[in-house]
């Protein structure tokens, strides 16, 4: 199974918003309603943000976001803040009865 | 509330085992729930090794397929990993992870999520 595809970085400054794309496959992201999304914050394990594509855990800000159209899903950080500067990674279950994991997304707030 | 912890040595000499135990605690493993394992190489990304159902069936990634096993010993609360001929790739921050499960009637169901993460154990694959 091939990872799913994110951008390697996305920018911005504090207060807009930014969004991640992850594109898998019809046998992956496209095929169910089970994308997860985590952070990482350097030396940190991951922190889950959003599953199922867009619902959010409880302690999770509103500023998360998640959607998904096709074989692409996407988060979206609303109002960025400093603290949201990590790492991000999409996750799908696949037709396989396993997991695959995106390349990774670093995001900078300027 | 689940907690998990990773246990295990620290270095591995290449072609010899890998093993990894990651400790339960705040609720019974039998009860139900599925355990997994997540590694991540130096300066890379995650990678999904695999999973265990509180039954024992197991499924694991496809590229680690012939060399890895999990595995869950109930009496200990605990579930293990086993990867075989380690080489220097193999070299990684080790995640276990737990995936939640809900009853509706009669009828167990399972989320598709890591919810609970341990802190990750850092393996080295030298001589």
């Known amino acids: 199974q091939s990872a799913l595809t994110q951008p390697a970085s996305v920018s911005g400054s504090p207060g807009q918003s930014i969004t991640i794309s992850c594109t898998g496959t019809n046998s992956d992201v496209g095929g169910y309603n089970y994308v997860s999304w985590y952070q990482q914050h350097p030396g940190k394990a991951p922190k889950l943000m959003i599953y199922?594509?867009?619902k959010r855990p409880s302690g999770v800000s509103n500023r998360f976001s998640g959607s998904k159209s096709g074989n692409t899903a996407s988060l979206t950080i609303s109002g960025l803040q400093a603290e949201d500067e990590a790492d991000y990674y999409c996750?799908?279950?696949?037709?396989?009865?396993?997991?695959?994991f995106g390349t990774g997304t670093k995001v900078t707030v300027l | 509330q689940v907690q998990l912890q990773e246990s295990g040595p620290g270095l591995v000499k290449p072609s010899e085992t890998l093993s990894l135990t990651c400790a339960v605690s705040?609720?019974?493993?039998?009860?139900?729930?599925?355990w997994g394992w997540i590694r991540q190489p130096p300066g890379k990304g995650l990678e999904w090794i695999g999973n265990i159902y509180h039954s024992g069936s197991t499924y694991y990634n496809p590229s680690l397929k012939s060399r890895v096993t999990i595995s869950i010993d109930t009496s200990k609360n605990q579930f293990s990993l086993k990867l075989t001929s380690v080489t220097a790739a193999d070299t990684a921050v080790y995640y276990c992870?737990?995936?939640?499960?809900?009853?509706?009637?009669?009828?167990?169901?399972?989320?598709?999520?890591?919810?609970?993460w341990g802190k990750g154990t850092t393996v080295t694959v030298s001589s």
């Open positions: 199922d594509v867009s």
């Open positions: 992870a737990s995936s939640p499960d809900f009853w509706s009637g009669y009828s167990r169901y399972y989320y598709y999520y890591m919810d609970v």
């Open positions: 996750s799908s279950y696949t037709s396989s009865s396993t997991y695959v």
């Open positions: 705040g609720y019974s493993i039998s009860s139900g729930y599925y």
